[in-house]
């Protein structure tokens, strides 16, 4: 049998038997997710909340921003605290006061260490017991349980409103007054605060730990680290120095690739211009605005961690809080990348078909509409949502959806998977022709169209979910996309569009491309897609996505290990002709790549990997280390090396301004570098060991975020995003500059 033949079987089958368990296990969610009660009752028989309280008051949370302010369950805003972390510790305070006042007449702080121990034995008994009937569906709590509840609901009252006790606190966590204006809201958010907050310390039935593994860590409530945590971890970090003795192993019995005569001059200097793909540099336009636009955003919500009621004395918290910008910050990322990616897929097709079918350009221009109207439109919606100008049922269509990088309405999330199928048809349409025949390419191309289905298809997850579906299941959906879809399905398309612009460029073989890229799919989506899970272990799901999750995540990893072999190639690649040289920055910018593939994604990424680790640093800094380090460092840079190879394409007979593009290489690279290692990484190591040493409820407390050196660590990243903002500021410089020397020629 082939090798070819071999590596789609094998392809054929990681898929398949993937995808069936990530499915099976999902049903597994749904089965095992947090009960929500229909009531919630005191001892006395008391009703605290219904159900539909509970499930509106998801609806208000999402309503204010969701996970845009603060966490639940440890995803989400960094800024304002983890609100079941916050809630739990301030709620075992208040009973354990209760009750030390009761018995000895003094607070619980000023107790010998005896006493103190046995109040919590009281105390975790108490909040740990699980008192849900199923065959009622009623939750019955204690008294004193009852009496926090109100003590915690007129202290959150206090805090989103406009109680003047909590100015300086609304400062430290960035939540602007009167966020929320209506009462009947307020005492249904906090409904849903205490039912997510029950989940994390009640044990599950026939169990003795908590819904969300004992997440968050609070010794006060009995929520500490489980050996299977332990175990897991240690089994995950095996599995990864087995996997890349394995892969070391493969690449060195592999060897060299056979050299070949590369062309003497570019290849595609001459290639023919459909007009279709003249159409492409407005995409390449707003990718530069967006970008823009999306820099000035993150200099806003960085600002907010430092003074959370506006900018430099401005209060503009009141009309653009920090809610919307760090929604439009996330949001804008995902879409300029996109539009990036999908513009070089678009390009790419009649390329390589040679022209372009009946109403190519206008399905072009009527993508590129369709797309301004999904961004804008969804960014106002948003502005509405969060500024409570919205009902719940409105926002949760045309407002905020309260989910990180899934946040826009659910009309827009329609919207645009038409827009994607849309596009889908756009490069399956001029292909057709070249499938037809048997030609070198067709492998290649079948991988190409199978990753752009994937494309279109696996944003269709987003809309699994409902206005009122349980928090774990809704997370188990939401990570289809951000995970699969972004961090999955795009990481393949790229795999794909890299290989074939080289082959192209005459520098890689089509049969050596095609080997390549099937096998780096079958290892990295291997891995990839049960490693979904990672994202999953303390969100309402049982211990088997634990093991599911630490074991395949760690398997992202292996590739990783080898990029520097991808880096010194492509580095290759870039002195290998004197033609050549027209593309060193494309080139370097997949250089770039590899490097922050390896340290953002990988490095980055596992430090927050096992779940032993993410145990203690879930919510913390860590997390947006790896985020911009891996999202804008290795889907950012992608996108701007693809944007500058297809515009190498279309004004290739234009000078290039080296100079410029050096300062953008080299800035963005650097200052993305010190953002990481100035500010993000010490905050968040400071973070984690405060976690492990009092929990998670004061790693995220402005007891810790507001201490002077914490302030000056927070200041320190502008050191790295000044510099990177010169290379946002001259990537778009070279973008508009480019056009205005094509309109003079």
């Known amino acids: ?97 209760k009750y030390s006042k009761e018995d000895f007449g003094k607070e619980f702080n000023d107790l010998d260490k005896e006493k103190q121990a046995a109040l919590k034995i009281r105390l975790q008994k108490d909040l740990r017991t699980n008192r849900y009937d199923e065959n009622s569906q009623t939750l019955t709590i204690s008294e004193n349980r009852v009496a926090a509840i109100q003590y915690l609901s007129e202290y959150y009252q206090g805090l989103f ?33 205490f039912w997510a907050t029950w989940a994390t310390v009640t044990q599950r039935p026939d169990s003795d730990i908590s819904y969300t593994h004992n997440w968050p860590s609070d010794e006060l409530v009995g929520n500490n680290a489980t050996k299977e945590l332990l175990a897991w971890s240690g089994v995950s970090i095996i599995l990864l120095i087995f996997s890349i003795g394995i892969l070391v192993f493969y690449h ?52 907010y961690g430092v003074e959370g009621n506006g900018l430099y ?35 790419i097709a009649p390329a390589v078909s040679g022209k372009d079918p009946k109403f190519q350009c206008f ?100 809309l699994m979910w409902g206005r009122q579906t349980n928090l774990a299941i809704a997370e188990y959906w939401r990570w289809w996309v951000v995970h699969l ?37 079958i290892i990295f989506m291997s891995g990839g897609i049960l490693g979904t899970f990672h994202h999953l272990y303390f969100s309402g799901t049982p211990t088997a996505i ?22 010194y190639q492509n580095y290759k690649l870039s002195k290998s002709t004197q033609w050549i040289i027209d593309y060193k920055w494309p080139i370097y910018f997949m250089i770039a790549v590899a490097f922050w593939n390896f340290l953002g994604a990988g490095v980055f990424g596992f430090i927050i990997n096992p779940p032993i680790a993410l145990y203690y640093v879930q919510g913390l800094n860590t997390t947006p280390l790896h985020a911009h380090t891996a999202l804008f460092g290795v889907y950012g840079m992608l996108g701007i090396g693809l944007m500058l190879f297809v515009l190498r394409s279309l004004y290739r007979h234009i000078t290039w301004n080296e100079k410029l593009l050096k300062i953008t290489f080299w800035s963005l690279n650097i200052g993305l570098f010190l953002m990481a290692v100035l500010s993000l990484l010490p905050i968040g190591i400071w973070q984690a060991i405060e976690s492990i040493d ?50 003079r020629k």
């Not at 006790?165 to 409904?191: Q, V």
């Not at 569009?497 to 890229?517: E, Q, W, Y």
């Not at 999750?549 to 991808?566: H, Q």
Request: net charge neutral; aromatic share 14%; charged share 15%.
């Open 1 to 97: 049998m082939k090798r070819e033949k071999k590596l789609w079987i094998a392809f054929a089958l990681v898929m398949t038997i993937s995808f069936a368990v990530l499915g099976y296990y999902g049903y597994e969610i749904y089965q095992q997710a947090p009960p929500i009660p229909k009531q919630i009752v005191s001892d006395s028989g008391k009703l605290i909340f219904s159900e539909d309280e509970i499930k509106d008051g998801q609806n208000v949370w999402q309503s204010i921003g969701g996970q845009e302010v603060g966490s639940i369950w440890g995803h989400g805003a960094y800024v304002a605290p983890d609100w079941t972390a916050d809630w739990l510790h301030r709620e075992a305070m208040f009973i354990l006061n």
């Open 161 to 193: 409103t406009n109680d003047p006790k909590f100015d300086k606190l609304r400062g430290d966590y960035a939540i602007p007054k009167n966020s929320i204006k209506d009462e009947a809201r307020m005492h249904k958010m906090n409904a849903f605060f």
């Open 252 to 303: 060195a019995k592999s060897g060299e690739e056979e050299e070949f005569p590369l062309p003497t001059k570019d290849p595609i200097i001459n290639q023919g211009m459909t007009p279709s793909m003249h159409l492409i540099k407005k995409y390449f336009w707003v990718v530069s605005l967006l970008m823009i636009l999306q820099m000035a955003l993150g200099i806003i919500t960085a600002h």
């Open 313 to 347: 004395g401005i209060p503009i918290d009141q009309i653009l809080p920090y809610a919307v910008t760090r929604t439009w910050h996330t949001q804008l990322a995902i879409f300029w990348i996109a539009t990036a990616w999908l513009a070089t897929g678009l390009y």
């Open 363 to 462: 399905g072009v221009n009527f993508l590129f509409i369709a797309l301004l109207i999904i961004v804008l439109g969804s960014m106002v919606g948003q502005w509405f949502g969060v500024m409570q100008k919205l009902n719940l049922v409105q926002n949760f269509w045309f407002g905020h959806q309260g989910y990180e990088y899934v946040d826009l309405g659910r009309f827009w999330q329609i919207f645009l998977l038409v827009g994607l199928f849309l596009w889908l048809a756009l490069m399956i349409r001029p292909l057709i022709p070249i499938l037809k025949k048997k030609t070198e390419e067709k492998n290649l191309i079948i991988l190409f169209l199978i990753s752009c289905t994937a494309i279109a298809m696996f944003y269709g997850a987003g």
């Open 485 to 521: 879809w972004v961090e999955g399905f795009f990481e393949v398309f790229a795999t794909v569009v890299i290989a074939f612009l080289f082959v192209r460029l005459g520098l890689l073989k089509t049969k050596t491309a095609t080997l390549n890229v099937l096998f780096a799919t």
């Open 546 to 567: 634990m093991a599911l999750g630490a074991s395949f995540s760690a398997l992202e990893v292996v590739p990783l290990t080898l990029i520097g072999f991808e880096a």
């Open 694 to 743: 009092h929990g998670m409820w004061y790693a995220r407390s402005s007891e810790l975020m507001q201490q002077p050196t914490m302030i000056t660590l927070k200041w320190m990243r502008a050191i790295g995003d000044s510099i990177f903002g010169i290379g946002i500021i001259t990537t778009v410089w070279f973008v508009f500059d480019l056009t205005l020397k094509n309109k």
